[in-house]
């Protein structure tokens, strides 16, 4: 199980990057629930998910009520692009209603890459765990192809917009910022993109698993 290889305990979960962010968030959530009360939210802005109870501006009451019938929903404010923007409930409240808080904490504009900007990304403060995904499916193209904040990426990378991304220079992206507290490498499905998510991980100051999140199989590399 994705929760039990990525060692998911409760409280908050935070997930940011690239590459499969939502697809990861509702995957554990999922899991989680056949054992807990789980809350899937963000402090960035969402989609509601499909085939989950999506609360819009709940109270704590609200939210009570619903994980006593089902034992995951989703939690937000439905702005005008139909996303879900954060919560007004704290995040520290919603670990107190919920066993497990699954929080999208970052946008990539469905790239496969991503670096930050100063005020990216929203991780809450009562975060207990850090996911970053990225990708494989942005390697060895041009960064300003396949990275969100693609000339951010670059700088942090020492690669030029138009060069292609190596393991490398996702590493030292990965390392400069020094957000995650695992590197989760999806996409990974042939011989060659495990051996290069191998090459990768070797190269991160993080715990680094490789697989399909969709099909629920990572490996730790």
């Keep these: 199980m994705l929760s039990d290889s990525l060692g998911i305990k409760m409280g908050l979960t935070a997930i940011i990057g690239g590459g499969g962010k939502t697809t990861l968030m509702l ?19 969402i989609y509601p998910p499909e085939n989950i109870t999506t609360l819009d501006s709940p109270s704590e009451n609200d939210i009570r009520k619903a994980l006593s019938a ?3 929903i989703c939690v937000g404010n439905m702005g005008q692009n139909g996303k879900l923007t954060p919560p007004d409930i704290p995040f520290e409240g919603l670990t107190e209603l919920a066993d497990y808080v699954l929080c999208e904490a970052d946008g990539s504009k469905g790239l496969p890459l991503k670096a930050h900007l100063p005020h990216e990304p929203v991780i809450p403060k009562n975060t207990m765990k850090t996911i970053c995904v990225l990708g494989i499916s942005g390697m060895g193209r041009p960064a300003g192809e396949v990275c969100h904040r693609a000339e951010r990426f670059a700088e942090l990378a020492g690669i030029g917009i138009a060069d292609a991304v190596t393991p490398q220079a996702a590493a030292n992206v990965i390392n400069a910022e020094g957000f995650g507290d695992v590197l989760v490498v999806n996409q990974a499905r042939t011989a060659g993109e495990l051996k290069m998510a191998k090459t990768l991980a070797g190269l991160c100051h993080i715990p680094v698993f490789a697989g399909e999140i969709r099909k629920g199989e990572l490996e730790c590399l």
């Design 27 to 45: 995957c554990l959530g999922r899991e989680l629930s056949k054992h807990g009360r789980v809350i899937i939210t963000t402090s960035a802005k």
């Design 70 to 72: 089902e034992n995951i």
